[in-house]
């Protein structure tokens, strides 16, 4: 993987929070920011490229795109930077009955370079709840984070224990209904991972996305 440099985007600012006195790296150092990160994912849905997502900033910059490979296009997704440097890739486990993801450094699928997994926290859920491990976490007896909420509700909340660690609302103007896109507001907290909030709510819309099977 192509080290990142100095010359790609960094996000704007949003508004001020109180940054976390232990900042949550997972995906990198480098995309911890001081400030609460506001970024803006477009979907675009009814194509060929289903599920591929831009994440810009609030000033349109982009920081992150996420690609299904061909071919594997439900079980398969791989975020990128800015540059086209691919930094996890998402992939589901097969056979499992909560649905689990599992995202890795890069684009390996080696046990080594795990990074985390997702799975959905219950198998009967009328509202969506995901328990989020650290590839540490090898008991999974408590989850690291959870995921509370859907792409297809009002938005979702992303927690560290009982704190909240970043959150997601949908946006609706003229340009969604007319081109058949769908705009989610993100916003990670300061000192948090906004790369790693990223890859979660790309696995949150996945999982989402195969709800009408059986669990």
Known sequence: MAAMGGNLPVPAPANAYTPLSNPIVVIG???????PV????????????ENNFDITDVNGNLIFKVKGKFFSIRDLRVLLDAAGNPLVSLKQKILTVHRRWQVFRGESNSSNDLLFSVKK??????????????????????????IKGSWHESGCTIYAGENIIAQMRRKHSVQ????????????????VD??????????????????????
């Open 176 to 191: 969604t209904m007319v081109f058949d896109t769908d705009n989610y507001g993100v916003t990670a907290y300061p000192n």
């Open 121 to 146: 926290s219950s198998l009967l859920q009328f509202k969506t709840t995901l328990d989020v491990f650290l590839a540490s976490n090898t008991s999974e007896s408590q989850p690291d984070f959870r």
């Open 38 to 49: 506001d970024l803006k994912i477009q979907q675009k849905v009814f194509t060929l490229a």
């Open 194 to 215: 906004y790369a790693f909030i990223v890859a979660l709510v790309v696995v949150l819309d996945e999982i989402n996305a195969d709800r009408s099977g059986e669990d």
């Open 29 to 35: 150092e480098q995309f911890l920011a001081p400030y």
